[in-house]
């Protein structure tokens, strides 16, 4: 007999040997409400005990018929499969967090529909006094006087403010300081 005999022999006697245990020695964990049925075997691999986990669909391949418990214990996040008792009860919990979550959505409606009938009855109801909003300022000549009184007080104010900044000296450092009254766009350079 030549080795490559012997070598492929035992690889095929491996590989069926895995296949056949594979399917016999599998264990039904559950079923969920979709009908896919999960499974696990234990195998030993280069002498370590591993477990592999799987589901077989009811019909057509889709994911995303998995319930997440039942993902979780596939990907051994849990280490032990969802009983179907606990199954019931989070779907009930479930149910019960769509009929809280319909409910609020139906009150925030109510509430918005409430509150948009509100505004237009307060629109409707009551505006702005203008004359008595209009009655508050000069009229006429008064008004006129005062502008002319105002803006012969703000040159005044200005022509100082001018004189003052005109006698205080620039100081030597290139660091920007004052009160802005000096300030020129563009003026200012940093320090080299």
Do not use: H
């Amino acid at each position: 007999m030549s080795v490559q005999t012997v070598l492929g022999g035992k690889i095929m006697s491996k590989l069926l040997k895995k296949i056949a245990g594979f399917f016999t020695d599998r264990t039904l964990m559950g079923v969920d409400k979709a009908g896919n049925r999960y499974f696990f075997v234990k195998e030993e691999i280069d002498g370590i005990m591993k477990e592999k986990r799987w589901v077989v669909f009811k019909g057509e391949d889709d994911p995303t018929s998995i319930p997440v418990e039942w993902i979780c214990w596939l990907n051994g996040q849990r280490k032990k499969a969802p009983t179907p008792e606990e199954m019931m009860e989070l779907e009930a919990r479930r149910e019960r967090v769509r009929q809280n979550v319909a409910l609020l959505k139906k009150e925030e409606m109510e509430r918005k529909s409430k509150e948009s009938n509100l505004r237009k009855v307060v629109s409707t109801v009551a505006g702005p006094n203008l004359k008595s909003f209009i009655r508050q300022f000069p009229t006429g000549s008064e008004g006129a006087q005062d502008n002319e009184g105002s803006a012969a007080k703000d040159s005044l104010r200005n022509s100082k403010e001018n004189e003052a900044a005109k006698e205080q000296p620039i100081p030597e450092s290139s660091e920007p300081m004052g009160s802005g009254q000096t300030f020129r766009p563009g003026t200012w350079q940093p320090p080299t």
